[in-house]
């Protein structure tokens, strides 16, 4: 349950479909139980304080994905049936990009360190983009049974060359070329697992992003030098505003 909103002086329960983390920031897709209320929101969150620092509306179907880029500048949000993919520009609090063009649901999504993007769908397909959402590559995957074979959780290797796809009903990791999506290999698994995959945790990081607002991480967290690492916030000044351009 999150609280979307307030009535009368009172928070609005509603249900979670996804979450993602960035630094300090959480968003949380859900949608807003009460009367009236139709489609899905973004909740954004403090994540050191618990805070809600505003909401995203707009979204006409439940949200079934969302991922941040590595870079925290960018929010892709994937939907459910026809809801297709829409990635927001955190800091202008605007739609960045959107392909409708899905006819099923976004099952998963990953973004390379250069900000490609990769999306896995109920339709069995995995689709490539680049930075800007002009699509590279979609690849079937030709010859399996989608209904209880399909693509669900992805992971970029971290010098992007290889993307790695988890099967959803089947113990398989397929890999991928992280330029073109050509078939690299199949790997079978154990049979009781299926599905996600992680990226290396020595994956690199962007560089940090301007100072739109900055917080000193505690001395826990701290960089390899001993430094105190930095978590940018880039959502200054954002309160409430809907997904339509």
């Known amino acids: 349950m999150v609280s979307g909103g307030r009535r009368s002086g009172r ?3 509603g249900r979670c479909s996804r979450c993602a ?9 859900g949608r807003t139980e009460g009367a009236g209320a139709k489609g899905s929101s973004l909740y954004i ?11 995203i509306g707009g979204f006409a179907e439940a949200i079934s994905a969302l991922a941040f880029s590595t870079d925290g500048h960018s929010l892709a949000v994937g939907g459910q049936g026809r809801g297709g993919l829409s990635v927001i520009d955190l800091a202008g609090h605007k739609i960045a990009a959107q392909d409708r ?4 649901t976004i099952e998963w999504i990953a973004y390379a360190a250069d900000g490609r993007l990769a999306t ?10 680049d930075a800007g959402l002009k699509p590279i590559a979609t690849a079937p995957l030709a010859g399996d049974n989608v209904g209880s074979d399909r693509p669900w959780g992805l992971a970029f290797s971290p010098d992007g060359s ?3 796809v988890g099967s959803l009903g089947a113990a398989k990791l397929r890999l991928f070329t992280g330029d073109q999506l050509k078939p690299v290999k199949t790997l079978d698994g154990a049979a009781e697992r299926s599905g996600r995959c992680r990226s290396s945790p020595g994956a690199p ?3 940090s992003p301007p100072r739109a ?9 701290r960089s390899a030098s001993g430094a105190p690492s930095e978590r940018i916030l880039p959502l200054q000044g954002l309160s409430r505003w809907r997904a339509t351009r």
């Not at 339709?123 to 983009?129: A, P």
């Open 45 to 55: 969150f403090d994540r050191r304080s618990g805070q809600m620092r505003g909401t």
């Open 11 to 13: 928070a609005t329960p």
């Open 205 to 207: 990081t962007a560089p």
């Open 120 to 129: 896995s769908s109920a339709d069995g397909k995995i689709r490539l983009y």
């Open 213 to 221: 607002a900055t917080r000193t991480a505690p001395s826990s967290a």
């Open 101 to 104: 063009g899905y006819v099923d």
């Open 21 to 29: 983390a960035s630094g300090d920031v959480v968003a949380v897709g």
């Open 162 to 164: 290889r993307l790695a």
